[in-house]
T-cell receptor
Framework: KNEVEQSPQNLTAQEGEFITINCSYSVGISALHWLQQHPGGGIVSLFMLSSGKKKHGRLIATINIQEKHSSLHITASHPRDSAVYICADIGRTGGGADGLTFGKGTHLIIQP | SQTIHQWPATLVQPVGSPLSLECTVEGTSNPNLYWYRQAAGRGLQLLFYSVGIGQISSEVPQNLSASRPQDRQFILSSKKLLLSDSGFYLC????????????FGSGTRLTVV
């Protein structure tokens, strides 16, 4: 059964700090999604990556397929970055089912 | 362009009432469609997926059902809501089972009172 673990579960930091959120998965995958869930609940897709690194603004995502590990970095963090960040791998959920396996999310709070 | 619409964004329903959440996709045909639920303190969990009209697969037994009456329409329903049905519901699609890219709806926050 595929499992996706995120760390830390909760993270509080000061504005301007460099943020790292980690994601590990147990079953080899081909690609992984990073999502952002705002306090109101809406989901936004940040990245989908299958190798190396992707960058969008202050957000950087990396993945190491061999080590089954991905990281999401936020540079020069800002209070508006406060949200829940979720990783999801594009592998089978188990029992032959189709779909994503999600981590439980990292609750990030950036204080001014 | 390819878009996905999910509504409503929030919903408060009494116990025992029916439920209907709708998800529609634009800009693609014959997508694979998915319904996920996030209960309090837990990660998103797959509820149903569909690879075509009228084809529904269920991941977990529950008080909910899904239907796909049209190619780009995916509906999540319940005849009688339970308190435990409260949570965040998310619709998603991808072109086929070999595609990496998923597109996500904005989600529905359901509170059963």
């Amino acid at each position: 059964k595929n499992e996706v673990e995120q760390s830390p579960q909760n993270l509080t930091a000061q504005e301007g700090e460099f943020i790292t959120i980690n994601c590990s998965y147990s079953v080899g995958i081909s690609a992984l999604h990073w999502l952002q869930q705002h306090p109101g609940g809406g989901i936004v897709s940040l990245f989908m990556l299958s190798s190396g690194k992707k960058k969008h603004g202050r957000l950087i995502a990396t993945i190491n397929i061999q080590e089954k590990h991905s990281s999401l970095h936020i540079t020069a963090s800002h209070p508006r970055d406060s949200a829940v960040y979720i990783c999801a791998d594009i592998g089978r959920t188990g029992g032959g089912a189709d779909g994503l396996t999600f981590g439980k999310g990292t609750h990030l709070i950036i204080q001014p | 362009s390819q878009t996905i619409h999910q509504w409503p964004a929030t919903l408060v329903q009494p116990v025992g009432s029916p439920l209907s959440l709708e998800c529609t996709v634009e800009g693609t045909s014959n997508p694979n469609l998915y319904w996920y639920r996030q209960a309090a303190g837990r990660g998103l969990q797959l509820l149903f997926y569909s690879v075509g009209i009228g084809q529904i697969s269920s991941e977990v037994p529950q008080n909910l059902s899904a239907s796909r009456p049209q190619d780009r329409q995916f509906i999540l329903s319940s005849k009688k809501l339970l308190l435990s049905d409260s949570g965040f519901y998310l619709c998603a699609w991808r072109e086929d089972r070999y595609s990496y890219g998923y597109t996500f709806g904005s989600g529905t926050r359901l509170t059963v009172v």
